[in-house]
């Protein structure tokens, strides 16, 4: 199982990930608004920052639509994973492939009132060279991404029935419901989980030991 905390905006957050065997962290550039939005030289600098540890892999993290400024991004910054989290076309996603085969590319799909946003387009996904889906809540007011909504097992299991991908669960995600999802983590297309929220402390910054106990509980409890 795979563990990607989403949202570090500093070196000290990347090196507590690294010593919390996380294994991927999310770097958000073009995140309009968000509350981990980097500048393309700071999501530069923590993509560096994280190549010098075994581990985590950076993740590019955007809402960006703009094929050339995300390219940009990517060859800029050296991430070997994309996250496409808006509602980025599937021609977006074959245009990336293109120009980047080598980089995992991740597409969100946003569920609400337990139905997929973009169902009518995941075969579409899957041919323009989407690897692996990100599935998470979509709040009701049309908040996207960190929303800190859990996603109804029942729906994200209907949902990666209908993937011809892995996918990894997002969403709400703390130590206290990772029993809540033994049914998605038994399903043999579940890749890991995504978290923001949970771990962070008081401060509002990633917190070493909040990682640890939610890696160490959805491994024991969550995994069946």
């Given amino acids: 199982m795979l563990v990607k905390i989403c949202g570090a905006t500093s070196a000290g957050e990347v090196e507590r990930l690294a010593g919390a065997d996380v294994d991927l962290v999310g770097l958000w550039h073009g995140v309009r608004h968000g509350h981990a939005d980097l500048t393309l030289d700071v999501l530069t600098r923590l993509s560096a920052v994280a190549a010098s540890f075994p581990r985590p892999r950076a993740v590019l993290v955007t809402m960006a639509s ?7 991004a990517v060859a800029r910054s050296g991430v070997s994973w994309l996250q496409l989290h808006g509602y980025q076309s599937p021609g977006t996603v074959r245009a990336v492939r293109a120009a980047f085969p080598a980089v995992t590319v991740v597409k969100a799909l946003h569920v609400r009132a337990g139905g997929c946003v973009e169902q009518a387009l995941v075969g579409a996904y899957e041919r323009s060279g989407v690897d692996v ?23 994200a299991l209907a949902l990666a029935d209908r993937l011809d991908r892995p996918f990894l669960l997002a969403g709400g995600l703390t130590p206290a419901n990772a029993g809540r999802y033994r049914a998605v983590t038994a399903h043999p297309r579940f890749l890991g989980i995504d978290v923001d929220s949970a771990s962070r402390g008081g401060d509002g910054r990633i917190d070493g030991d909040r990682v640890r106990s939610i890696r160490e509980h959805w491994i024991t409890e969550g995994v069946p």
């Fill in 133 to 155: 889906f990100l599935l998470d809540a979509l709040a009701e007011d049309g908040r996207v991404g960190s929303t800190g909504q859990p996603i109804d097992p029942a729906a």
């Fill in 66 to 72: 703009d094929v050339d400024s995300v390219c940009a």
